[in-house]
């Protein structure tokens, strides 16, 4: 199986790395070979998380500069600095809700106009599904579950080798009993903003 | 049950590299693990400490690296199999013991984990541990995944008894923080009762009896060479006239370059896991049969310094490259596309780099560096020492932990570290040659750790500065493990005594000595200027929770705070405080009540009283 690599970035805090969890235990599931790698180690004091994923026949577990097939970004900001991992046929998912990190309030940087940040990503990369996961998370029920929303999503655009019900299933399975319902409400209505996303690009809506 | 004790033989299940080597523990029957909390380490003991709540396992967190290997040492001595885990500092504390016992060996097996950091993901450097194994004439192997750290543990208990010598377990980061699918082997049941048997003549290393027992340690080196030189983890891939030698995670790029070359029909591969001693003669005839050879090791030129010194023996004249300007280099990390570069370029191979995006028209993008977390005491340890010490010139040495970040703006405060417990170290030297008034900051843990000798050190010699102890209760930054002075029974765990901080240091002869509670900032301020007036070693112990283990453990907070009416926008409570929670709204200062701890440091420090608890606001 030719190598599929996918770039989940994130603030800390915001779970990716239960996405990530949730993405190897399909993976398993599924029969696909999938590796991981995480920097986690200031995670819980407000710094960049950064996990890779390689599915398929590579031993690498971590992904160079320009070679990531799909990039999926937490907060629009960290969506933007990761696109050094990105190439022209990248397709990048990144939720539009910003979380402003504190040299901003400082008044030691200016973040980025979101508008302008979309036409970036647009123009470089094969394609952007980029919407508010925040307001979906709420949606469905508990704000934390913005990394299903966006895990929805990127099972939706078909770029990684994951079925939308083997990963359903891990979902019931492997995250916590209280959470599951939300999570689930939280994945289909990411998969449905995708699906709704696309069609719009395609020019079918 | 942890899922580490209940996993099956056979089942496939993904984990973690620093889990895959825990259950490699098991595997082997260790009965005894000790460890002083250390990224990229930090995940094999906390697993171990679960563990250890619900199985034969003895499991510690040691005050110190070096007393962590040395409680190894003496139950492995004992017949029992011990692990002993640490991050690649570590060993720089556990060196002297590890040096030693390196002549005296071991009857158990006993496995040394480093954990090195390449790049300094978590670290203060990025030595390369390697050398440990050369310095010590330790036997060394290194894993390339995680299903290969797991089975690899078994064998170094194996081999460890075999030679009767401790074995050093070497990762890297992207060892330990990778996750994949492993496959489970069967658990044994550790042997967890030992028994000394006294033979002075081995043990006591008097230099009568080290000059015997360094004489054994090399007959014992000569036995590793040979097992080496059949490991099934220094094995030959492919056919070719080109020669790669790799080790660790640069296996794994080496491998993924080779295919994408397509250049698998002229390159052969020998991969070094059994990495000290090296295996002279398959390397030696390994580098026979090439036409030229690329080390790819990260860090240091370990292997390539021997290879070159293997090749002279034999009279051998080929090219043999790793370290270059052209090719590798000692820094940082290495990653697939930089591997195949080297690769393409070294052995001649046409290839177009893949392009990335063009970033040149990124806007600047805002850093999100990693903060002290919002309402964390040690923000307001930082704010009591600036304002009580504002006019005076100072110098700040600081220490490791979370508090390290303090030394970013607006707090500013830390000007020197350099490594566990240096702070009070470097205080008595800062103090003895400038003018400046020198005042310190170190945790609790890293006062357990090794600032009490500093200490001592200081009091004994008069030297003159002040000293802040940090004191949130636990070893907070590496994931919130014990220490000596956490208070165990309030965290429900039962067998451990508890070490007062205050008692040490009234009892090494610190005669002024203070205790503030951070979140009282005027009275802490006070308190802080007394004693920095003091002439001689005063110290101030700062007490108070760190805010984010007192949420995971669901400890009721205090109400979050609002910015109210009041407010003229000076903005003192952003400039001189930056508290995470506070964020720009309209050009109007607001507090986030979901990161709000309630900590009301801020509302003390507003002029015009602006800030209050929410539920005062009128609603
Ligand atoms: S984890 Fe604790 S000590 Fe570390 S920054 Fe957060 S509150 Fe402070
Ligand atoms: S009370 Fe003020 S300083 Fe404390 S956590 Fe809340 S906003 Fe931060």
């Known amino acids: 199986m030719k190598p599929t690599r996918l770039i989940l970035v994130a603030v800390g805090g915001q779970g990716n790395l239960l996405s990530s969890r949730v993405i190897g235990e399909s993976a398993l599931l599924a029969d696909v070979p999938v590796r991981m790698s995480e920097i986690h180690g200031m995670a819980q004091r407000g710094g960049v998380v950064e996990s890779s994923i390689v599915f398929g026949d590579a031993q690498s577990t971590i992904i160079s500069d320009g070679e990531a097939d799909v990039l999926v970004g937490f907060e629009p900001s960290e969506t933007l600095r990761a696109l050094n ?52 998370a709420r949606q469905a029920g508990n704000i934390l579950s913005v990394n299903m929303v966006l895990l929805g999503a990127l099972i939706q655009t078909g770029k990684i080798p994951l079925t939308e019900k083997t990963v359903k299933k891990v979902i019931k399975t492997k995250t916590k009993k209280a959470f599951v319902e939300s999570n689930l409400k939280a994945f289909e209505l990411g998969f449905s903003m995708a699906e709704k996303i696309s069609l719009n690009i395609l020019g079918r809506v | 049950m942890h899922k580490l004790l209940t996993g099956q033989p ?30 990229p380490s930090s995940e094999i003991s906390l697993n171990f400490f679960q563990i250890s709540q619900e199985s034969e396992l003895y499991f510690e967190y040691s005050t110190n690296e070096k007393v962590a290997l040395e409680v190894a040492a003496a139950a492995a001595n004992s017949g029992v199999r011990s692990m002993c885990v640490m991050k690649h500092v570590g060993m720089n504390v556990a060196a002297d013991a590890l040096l030693t016992l390196a002549y005296v060996g071991v009857r158990g097996g006993l496995v040394i984990v480093t954990a090195d950091d390449p790049f300094m993901f978590s670290s203060q450097n990025e030595q390369d541990n390697r050398y440990y194994s050369k310095l010590s004439g330790l036997p060394m192997l290194e894993p390339s995944s995680a299903q290969e750290a797991k089975d690899m543990m078994v064998d170094a208990f194996d081999l460890s008894e075999q030679l009767q010598l401790p074995v050093i377990f070497r990762t890297t980061t992207r060892i330990n923080h990778s996750t994949e699918i492993v496959s489970l082997g069967d658990l044994r049941e550790p042997k967890t009762n030992g028994d000394f048997k006294k033979d002075p003549f081995n043990y006591v290393t008097v230099p009568a009896v080290s000059r015997n027992l360094h004489a ?28 790669i030698i790799c080790n660790g995670v640069s296996c794994n790029y080496v491998f993924d370059a080779v295919k994408d070359l397509d250049i698998e029909n002229s390159v052969r591969i020998l991969r070094i896991g059994f990495s000290h001693p090296l295996p002279r003669v398959l390397i030696q005839d390994f580098l026979k049969t090439c036409q030229k050879v690329l080390i790819v090791e990260e860090g240091e030129p370990f292997m390539e310094e021997t290879v070159k010194a293997f090749a002279q023996e034999k009279g051998l004249t080929l090219s043999i490259k790793g370290k270059d300007d052209d090719l590798f280099s000692r820094l940082y990390e290495y990653n697939p596309a930089l591997v195949r570069e080297c690769l393409a370029a070294y052995f001649g191979v046409d290839y177009t780099p893949r392009t990335g995006v063009d970033l040149s028209d990124i806007p600047e993008i805002p850093q999100r560096p990693p903060s002290l977390c919002a309402g964390c005491s040690h923000r307001a340890t930082f704010y009591a020492v600036q304002k009580a010490s504002k006019g005076m010139e100072t110098i700040c040495p600081t220490d490791i932990g979370c508090y390290t970040l303090g030394f970013m703006p607006p707090l500013s405060t830390g000007d020197f570290l350099i490594c566990m417990g240096s702070s009070v170290g470097t205080s008595c030297g800062f103090s003895k040659v400038t003018n400046k008034k020198v005042i310190s900051f170190i945790g609790d843990s890293t006062f357990f750790h090794t600032g009490i000798p500093g200490l001592i050190n200081a009091v004994f010699n008069n030297h003159n500065f002040t000293l802040v102890i940090l004191d949130n209760g636990i070893t907070a930054m590496t994931g919130h493990q014990p220490h000596p002075g956490v208070d165990m029974k309030a965290l429900n765990f039962e067998g451990y005594a508890r070490v007062s901080i205050e008692d040490i240091v009234k009892a090494v002869g610190v005669k002024h000595v203070s205790i503030i509670r951070p979140y009282r900032v005027k009275k802490s301020i006070d308190t802080v200027k007394e004693a920095l007036m003091y002439k001689g070693v005063s110290v101030i112990i700062s007490r108070e929770p760190c805010t984010s283990f007192a949420k995971t453990l669901k400890k009721p907070r205090g109400k979050p705070f609002f910015v109210g009416e009041k407010c003229k926008g000076h903005r003192d409570c952003i400039n001189d405080l930056a508290c995470p929670a506070f964020f720009i709204k309209k050009n109007r200062v607001n507090i986030d009540p979901v990161l709000c701890s309630g900590c009301s440091v801020c509302a003390q420090i507003c002029p015009e009283h602006a800030i209050l608890p929410l539920r005062d606001k009128a609603v």
């Open chain 2, 10 to 39: 056979g089942l496939k299940t993904l984990l973690l590299g620093n889990e895959a080597i825990a259950r490699g523990g098991l595997e082997a029957g260790v009965a005894v693990a000790t460890t002083y909390p250390g990224t």
């Open chain 2, 216 to 243: 054994k340690l090399l007959e014992k080196l000569d036995k590793a060479e040979k097992i080496s030189e059949n490991s099934e983890y220094n094995i030959i891939y492919g056919e070719g006239d080109w020669g």
């Open chain 1, 85 to 136: 991992k990105c190439n022209p046929s990248t397709v990048v998912i990144s939720n539009l809700a910003p979380m402003s990190p504190f040299t901003v309030t400082i008044g030691s940087g200016v973040y980025p106009d979101l508008n302008n940040l979309q036409s970036l990503i647009r123009a470089k990369a094969a394609n952007l599904i980029a919407f508010n996961a925040e307001v979906l």
